[in-house]
Structure formats: structure tokens, C-alpha cells
């Protein structure tokens, strides 16, 4: 059985005009280079004619295998479906608006399999975005990105990226974490993360899917995913942790209080703000072991999260 060299995986929605462009790209790309290949499209409840052009590539291209959601969940489950059916040693994730460039795949490829990174990111170095919208808000969340994972990139949201089979088959996507694959793939223990500068290309056709809301998800999303790569297996850990110095602040605060007024014999004690610090205290870190305790209970249970509606699938 030949073994695939390189798996493409590709969530959309709504991008009739440009699929063909961009499978034609990929297919010169490839055999140029003589890979073994499979491109796994993801479609994620378009409206337009994106299935039906999916499955006129698909009998065109033997390489073609699809995924169609009922409806629309996001990038990260098309990402998540995409993962879990490619079979390729390593697996290259972009876009289809074809402002990634296929001519990138090789050295991605190279940079894995040569070089031994277990991740490459891309770096849009130039970008052809507005400035106040996009540019200048990326650069932003790029440099708190760095700072709370420590991780290197100049660019955590380019949509092409190269990983070895292995990271893909790691880390679980969901929600809006395809942002974060590469502190998903550090938790997960893949340390060898890079990047490459790669081209930008102006969008030629469409229109962006992604709003200013993202601006409001993204810092959430960092939250999310710090919390759940350290403590996802261990939430007593930290619920627990900040439940006992609670415990502890105001059970201090409240012996002292008691001490003050039985042994120095002040009779006001429950009149001062510390009683009532030391009460929320002892009620705060009570509320957070219990919700730790909750939280270690549901963790050991199995999760539906990355559970689709899928309507079709091609091979």
C-alpha cells in the first residue's frame, strides 16, 4: 500500500469561484514535485454552489476526498473532521479564498520531514489587509500571544500551516481554537515550532468570514485554551488551589477577629470591614473547591463537543 505523502485539508464556506483555481494550483504544485497526495475539503454549510463544484473535482481528481456539514460550525470542526480523516505524513492546513499560496507546500514539507519540526506556521510577512481592521489589531494579539505562551510566531492566525501526522492526530480543535493549534501542539508536548514567511496574496474572490467579533473571541479563546492545556486533566488543581488560599485568607482573618475580641476583649469586631472580607472569604474558597470537585467529575466524563452533523462525505 503507497503511503500518502501530503494531506491538504481545507475548510470553507461560500467559495464557488475560486475551488477550481485552487485544486488546479494544488494538482500542478504536486505533481511537479511528484507527491503522493489527498486533498480533504470541508464544507462548512455553504449556501452556494461549493458542494456541487467539490463534487465535480472529485471526479476529476482522484486525490479529492470531502466532508459536508448539515450546517455552519466554524473553521475549527472543519479543521477537527479534516484532521481526523487525513492519512498523510504530514498535513498542510489553508485556506481557499486563494490568498495562500500552494507554492509554499514543498518547503513546508521539507522544513517537517528534513529539518524535524513538528509544526511550521506561516508568516504573512506583507499583507495585503486594511490597516486599522485587521493589520494593525494582528499585531496586537500576535505579541500577547507570545508573551503568555511563549511560544515564538509572528503569526498564530495564518490559515497555512504544515504539521506532522502525529500533532494533528494530538490535539483536539473545537470552538474557535484553530487559532491556538500551536500552544495546543506545545501542551501536547510537539516542542519544535517554527515558521516561514510565506506570500500574502489580495483576496480575488468573495468576501472575508471573519468580523469584528473575532476581536472579542480571540483574548477569550487565549483564556480557554491556557486554562485547558494546563489544567483540562487536573481542574481541582486550580479550582482547589485558589479555593484553599481563600479558605485560608479568611479563616486567618476570623481567628484574629476572635482573638481580639475574647482575649483583648473588643466588642466591635463584627462591625469592621475585615469580618465581612474574612466571611466572603471563607465562602469564596468554599464555592471554588466545590466547583474544582465538579469540574474533576465532569472531565472524567466522555465529552459530545466535537460531535458534527455531516450530510455527505466524498470517498
Not at 500576535?142 to 509572528?154: C, S, W, Y
Not at 474574612?278 to 468554599?286: D, P
Amino acid at each position: 500500500m503507497n503511503t500518502i505523502q501530503i494531506s491538504v485539508v481545507i475548510s470553507l464556506l461560500n467559495e464557488q469561484d475560486s475551488l477550481k483555481e485552487l485544486m488546479e494550483w494544488i494538482h500542478k504544485v504536486m505533481e511537479e514535485n511528484k507527491f503522493s497526495y489527498e486533498v480533504i475539503f470541508v464544507d462548512d454549510g455553504s449556501t452556494d454552489n461549493s458542494w456541487q463544484i467539490i463534487t465535480e473535482l472529485s471526479q476529476q481528481y482522484e486525490q479529492v476526498k470531502a466532508i459536508k456539514f448539515r450546517r455552519n460550525y466554524g473553521k475549527s470542526a472543519g479543521l477537527y473532521k479534516g484532521f481526523e480523516k487525513a492519512q498523510g505524513d504530514v498535513v498542510i492546513t489553508m485556506d481557499a479564498d486563494l490568498q495562500d499560496s500552494p507554492d509554499e507546500i514543498p518547503e513546508l514539507y521539507r522544513m517537517i520531514t528534513e529539518e524535524g519540526y513538528d509544526l511550521v506556521s506561516g508568516w504573512k510577512k506583507k499583507r495585503y489587509d486594511p490597516v486599522l481592521t485587521k493589520n494593525l489589531p494582528s499585531k496586537l494579539y500576535n505579541a500577547t500571544v507570545r508573551m503568555m505562551t511563549g511560544i515564538k510566531l509572528h503569526d498564530f492566525n495564518c490559515g497555512l500551516k504544515a504539521y506532522r501526522k502525529q500533532v494533528v492526530k494530538s490535539v483536539e480543535v473545537y470552538g474557535e481554537m484553530h487559532r491556538y493549534i500551536p500552544v495546543l501542539a506545545k501542551w501536547a508536548g510537539f516542542k519544535k515550532i517554527g515558521e516561514k514567511v510565506v506570500l500574502h496574496q489580495e483576496r480575488k474572490y468573495g468576501v472575508s468570514k471573519f468580523g469584528i467579533e473575532r476581536f472579542i473571541r480571540g483574548p477569550l479563546d487565549l483564556l480557554s485554551v491556557m486554562f485547558m492545556s494546563r489544567f483540562s486533566k487536573r481542574p481541582m488543581h486550580f479550582f482547589g488551589s485558589m479555593g484553599t488560599i481563600c479558605f485560608l485568607i479568611g479563616f486567618v482573618i476570623l481567628i484574629y477577629l476572635s482573638y481580639m475580641k475574647l482575649v483583648e476583649l473588643q466588642y466591635n469586631m463584627t462591625q469592621r470591614p475585615l469580618f465581612y472580607l474574612g466571611i466572603v472569604c471563607l465562602i469564596l474558597g468554599v464555592q471554588l473547591f466545590l466547583a474544582g470537585f465538579l469540574a474533576e467529575m465532569i472531565s472524567r466524563s466522555s465529552s459530545n463537543r466535537n460531535e458534527y452533523l455531516v450530510d455527505e462525505i466524498i470517498k
